[in-house]
């Protein structure tokens, strides 16, 4: 699949926190006995900030949280909810694993790939929607499901899926 592609990745040198997610982060620290345990909801914070873990962010959670930098980016890239590049408007994640695959998400996922021209890890040229596969979702009861932003859509066709894409356009 080849219509599609990946956004341009244009990493800042440097990052600040907003006043908002230093007090966040703050908070995230006061939780834990140190500083290293509170590493995922620092990420978390990080990545809201700026939509995604440019090198950059994952300085300031390595700094925040007291790691070196390559701890830090061996976390977040062993977690599939971090985005390592910068993803669309609308972030489409299919559960693969089992309970999915075998209701159907491998074919419902091709079905992505060619309405949208763009596969795994492609965001469209106008930069509204980004599809990843993912492992399992937890909804494994209401396969297949595919995770949109924080939103769940669960026991999805083709046609679902259709009408869904055109309320996201
Ligand atoms: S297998 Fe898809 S949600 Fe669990």
């Known amino acids: 699949m080849t219509h599609g ?9 440097t990052l ?4 908002k997610a230093k007090a966040e982060v703050a908070d995230a620290l006061s939780r834990y006995p140190v500083k290293r345990s509170a590493v995922l909801p620092v990420l978390w914070i990080a990545q809201r900030e700026w939509g995604w873990l440019p090198p950059a962010a994952l300085k300031l ?14 976390i977040a890239t062993f977690y599939t909810m ?3 590049k910068p993803v669309g408007r609308h972030h489409l994640q299919v ?13 419902l996922f091709k079905h992505l790939e060619k309405k ?6 492609e965001t469209t040229p106008d930069g509204r929607f980004t599809l990843r596969r993912v492992e399992c979702l937890a ?31």
Request: with cysteine.
């Open 5 to 13: 592609t990946v956004m341009p990745v244009e990493a800042p040198a």
């Open 16 to 19: 600040a926190w907003s006043e």
């Open 82 to 84: 971090f985005n390592m």
């Open 61 to 74: 959670v390595a700094e925040a949280v007291g790691l070196p930098e390559a701890e830090v980016f061996g």
């Open 116 to 121: 949208l021209g763009i596969s795994h890890g």
């Open 139 to 169: 909804a494994c009861g209401a396969a297949p499901c595919m995770q949109v932003g924080f939103d769940f859509h669960e026991n999805l066709d083709e046609k679902q899926t259709d009408a869904l894409l055109e309320t996201l356009r």
């Open 95 to 107: 559960c693969m694993t089992l309970s999915c695959s075998l209701m159907g998400s491998d074919r």
